[in-house]
Nanobody
């Protein structure tokens, strides 16, 4: 069993920045890979970014170059630094963890990010 606790969402103006955090607890092999998905109203959930325990990363096309994912293995925490935010980034952001790159085994409760003037 893995518990994922997210923090850091909120309201930000276009062009602004936010940082999301997700702390994991439980069996460490279950969060070898950690990352973030997002889901906007009326849209499918999409991968934002993922990172494995060795630091290999993967990004969705719409955020590459603007968002940076990182993790602190000592704290079992993953971070998502979001810069140059645009209204299209508005969504509920979900932390996810898995023992492999499928990244669908465990989910956080979600945190709302709203980008609006």
């Amino acid at each position: 069993q893995v518990q994922l606790v997210e923090s850091g969402g909120g309201l930000v103006q276009p062009g602004g920045s936010l940082r999301l955090s997700c702390a994991a607890s439980g069996s460490i092999f279950r969060f070898v890979v950690m990352g973030w998905y997002r889901q906007a109203p009326g849209k499918e959930r999409e991968l934002v970014a993922a990172i494995d325990i060795g630091g290999t990363t993967e990004y969705g096309d719409s955020v590459r170059g603007r968002f940076t994912i990182s993790r602190d293995n000592a704290k079992n925490t993953v971070y998502l630094q979001m810069n140059s935010l645009v209204p299209e980034d508005t969504a509920v952001y979900y932390c996810a963890a898995d023992s492999k790159w499928a990244l669908r085994s465990s989910w956080g409760q979600g945190t709302q990010v709203t980008v609006s003037p």
